[in-house]
């Protein structure tokens, strides 16, 4: 093992920087169209209902799940700028489809749908990022760099949706550029910059990214994925097996994070339009600017925790950020006695229908639910056909807003010291293959997450539904108790340097 030279550290910061620029173009492919998708579909297929807007949403997560073990794989065996390239390049010509989903004649949604899936497709490149940032910093490094890392994603996210209301301006006519039958309008041009943003990443892989990697003590090591005839053998550091029950132990917390924030943001509009008797329009502009809120409260955590994490350590900071989620979705519980305002429609002359004797017995409210909708006014507070609403308790407005704040504040905790322990159990192994099954769990809790609520939160209401999550999370905490021992770095487990 040689001495790292300034210039190997230089060009190695350089090499991880462009990791992180990656991260967070990946989240932006994500971000910058979500607030349109519904009313692009609409424009370009009537034929498409609320329903389908849920698989092309969905889609984006599938495609990641699903090409995330198999860049890993790649990134394991070959130069990571392979696997880089290509699902950036993937990324691009998605980005060039869902701009042209207009042209055809026919099954318009089915083009947007496999645009969204292929994006998400190409975002499977955050496992060969995460395995790169593992393998090229040193233990005491790691943490810092995951925290960016996730910094950078949760910037995207954040300012995806904030390209895409600049892009309204451009209107939903835009112009046409006729020689290539391509609308430049409000729905497109966000896309394009998408796609115009991932050339330059590429050309940037190519220019300035390097194999690097260092061993925990951060001492320079040859690459395992430069050329294989100099590197048949792992460093001896190498030798051990990976403590897989960590592993799978690590992979079941990431889900359990996954979800239990999937569930945050997809239950965040319907839950304030029930108890607050928000209109749709107030739900997404109040909700808009609470989840801005969290987010950059999100980017805060994230460089607070790799000082903190200095002091304490990742598997506590790890349980106390679980610990802030449980008291985040505990105080979330219905526990006064008003109850949400029902949603009655207005009543108007003839407007109650006929009724049998039998039929005549039934409640009022149950009469109420058959009327026919006033289109004067939008109808708001908590849905008659909701049985739930006559007897749970009102969420208050004090504890929304509390919970966001603890949720928002455990998420990002608990998402860094996820990624930065199993980095760190991995050791000098090649990480891409793991990196990718831990991505591929990540997706799965958020296809899972919003199917769970939307179909628990309808029937059973918000106590069945946050009585659940937080089942869920002691369940994670039982877990982390159980092998809290055993999340140690693969050279403290083997004794090569002290914890």
Same mark, same amino acid.
């Given at each position: 093992?040689? #001495?790292?030279?300034?210039?190997?550290?230089?060009?190695?910061?350089?090499?991880?920087?462009?990791?992180?620029?990656?991260?967070?173009?990946?989240?932006?492919?994500?971000?910058?169209?979500?607030?349109? +998708?519904?009313?692009?579909?609409?424009?370009?297929?009537?034929?498409?209902?609320?329903?389908?807007?849920?698989?092309?949403?969905?889609?984006?997560?599938?495609?990641?799940?699903?090409?995330?073990?198999?860049?890993?794989?790649?990134?394991?065996?070959?130069?990571?700028?392979?696997?880089?390239?290509?699902?950036?390049?993937?990324?691009?010509?998605?980005?060039?489809?869902?701009?042209?989903?207009?042209?055809?004649?026919?099954?318009?949604?089915?083009?947007?749908?496999?645009?969204?899936?292929?994006?998400?497709?190409?975002?499977?490149? +955050?496992?060969?990022?995460?395995?790169?940032?593992?393998?090229?910093?040193?233990?005491?490094?790691?943490?810092?760099?995951?925290?960016?890392?996730?910094?950078?994603?949760?910037?995207?996210?954040?300012?995806?949706?904030?390209?895409?209301?600049?892009?309204?301006?451009?209107?939903?006519?835009?112009?046409?550029?006729?020689?290539?039958?391509?609308?430049?309008?409000?729905?497109?041009?966000?896309?394009?910059?998408?796609?115009?943003?991932?050339?330059?990443?590429?050309?940037?892989?190519?220019?300035?990214?390097?194999?690097?990697?260092?061993?925990? !003590?951060?001492?320079?090591?040859?690459?395992?994925?430069?050329?294989?005839?100099?590197?048949?053998?792992?460093?001896?550091?190498?030798?051990?097996?990976?403590?897989? +029950?960590?592993?799978?132990?690590?992979?079941?917390?990431?889900?359990?994070?996954?979800?239990?924030?999937?569930?945050?943001?997809?239950?965040?509009?319907?839950?304030?339009?029930?108890?607050?008797?928000?209109?749709?329009?107030?739900?997404?502009?109040?909700?808009?600017?609470?989840?801005?809120?969290?987010?950059?409260?999100?980017?805060?955590?994230?460089?607070?925790?790799?000082?903190?994490?200095?002091?304490?350590?990742?598997?506590?900071? !790890?349980?106390?950020?679980?610990?802030? #989620?449980?008291?985040?979705?505990?105080?979330?519980?219905?526990?006064?006695?008003?109850?949400?305002?029902?949603?009655?429609?207005?009543?108007?002359?003839?407007?109650?229908?006929?009724?049998?004797?039998?039929?005549?017995?039934?409640?009022?409210?149950?009469?109420?639910?058959?009327?026919?909708?006033?289109?004067?006014?939008?109808?708001?507070?908590?849905?008659?056909?909701?049985?739930?609403?006559?007897?749970?308790?009102?969420?208050?407005?004090?504890?929304?807003?509390?919970?966001?704040?603890?949720?928002?504040?455990?998420?990002?905790?608990?998402?860094?010291?996820?990624?930065?322990?199993?980095?760190?159990?991995?050791?000098?192994?090649?990480?891409?293959?793991?990196?990718?099954?831990?991505?591929?769990?990540?997706?799965?809790?958020?296809?899972?997450?919003? #199917?769970?609520?939307?179909?628990?939160?309808?029937?059973?209401?918000?106590?069945?539904?946050?009585?659940?999550?937080?089942?869920?999370?002691?369940?994670?905490?039982?877990? /982390?108790?159980?092998?809290?021992?055993? /999340?140690?770095?693969?050279?403290?487990?083997?004794?090569?340097?002290?914890?």
């Amino acid at each position: 093992d040689a #001495v790292e030279t300034p210039e190997h550290y230089k060009s190695r910061w350089r090499s991880i920087w462009i990791m992180y620029l990656t991260m967070f173009l990946s989240s932006v492919g994500f971000s910058i169209v979500i607030m349109s +998708v519904w009313p692009y579909l609409q424009k370009i297929d009537p034929t498409a209902d609320a329903s389908f807007l849920g698989w092309i949403i969905a889609s984006y997560s599938i495609g990641q799940m699903v090409a995330s073990p198999l860049f890993g794989l790649w990134s394991n065996y070959r130069p990571r700028r392979e696997p880089l390239v290509v699902s950036t390049a993937i990324s691009v010509a998605a980005n060039c489809l869902y701009a042209y989903v207009h042209v055809p004649h026919s099954h318009n949604k089915y083009y947007m749908l496999t645009a969204r899936a292929l994006v998400g497709f190409g975002a499977g490149n +955050v496992a060969v990022v995460r395995s790169y940032i593992a393998g090229a910093t040193s233990l005491t490094e790691r943490t810092s760099a995951m925290a960016n890392t996730s910094a950078c994603q949760a910037v995207g996210f954040i300012l995806g949706p904030v390209f895409q209301t600049c892009f309204t301006l451009i209107g939903e006519e835009g112009v046409t550029w006729n020689l290539v039958h391509l609308e430049l309008n409000m729905y497109t041009v966000p896309v394009l910059f998408g796609a115009l943003l991932g050339v330059i990443n590429i050309i940037l892989i190519f220019a300035i990214f390097r194999e690097h990697r260092v061993d925990d !003590l951060g001492r320079q090591c040859k690459s395992i994925n430069s050329d294989r005839e100099e590197n048949d053998v792992l460093d001896q550091e190498a030798e051990g097996n990976i403590d897989h +029950v960590a592993v799978v132990a690590l992979n079941f917390l990431f889900f359990v994070i996954l979800f239990v924030f999937a569930v945050f943001e997809t239950i965040a509009t319907p839950l304030t339009m029930d108890m607050y008797s928000w209109t749709r329009k107030e739900a997404v502009f109040y909700n808009g600017i609470i989840l801005s809120v969290v987010g950059i409260e999100s980017v805060i955590v994230f460089m607070v925790v790799k000082m903190l994490s200095k002091r304490t350590g990742e598997r506590a900071i !790890l349980h106390g950020g679980l610990l802030i #989620v449980l008291v985040g979705f505990f105080i979330l519980l219905p526990w006064g006695k008003k109850l949400p305002n029902i949603q009655w429609q207005e009543i108007k002359n003839n407007s109650i229908p006929r009724t049998t004797p039998t039929e005549t017995l039934m409640p009022y409210w149950n009469l109420q639910a058959t009327w026919l909708p006033s289109n004067q006014t939008e109808p708001v507070g908590c849905p008659i056909t909701q049985s739930w609403c006559r007897n749970t308790p009102l969420i208050y407005l004090a504890q929304y807003l509390s919970s966001d704040v603890l949720i928002g504040l455990g998420y990002p905790v608990c998402n860094v010291m996820s990624y930065t322990l199993y980095s760190k159990i991995l050791g000098p192994k090649p990480q891409g293959v793991y990196m990718g099954w831990l991505t591929a769990s990540g997706s799965g809790a958020r296809i899972l997450g919003p #199917v769970f609520v939307s179909q628990v939160y309808t029937h059973l209401g918000p106590r069945w539904a946050f009585s659940l999550i937080c089942g869920v999370v002691v369940l994670s905490l039982l877990v /982390l108790e159980i092998v809290y021992k055993r /999340l140690i770095a693969f050279s403290v487990r083997y004794g090569r340097m002290q914890e």
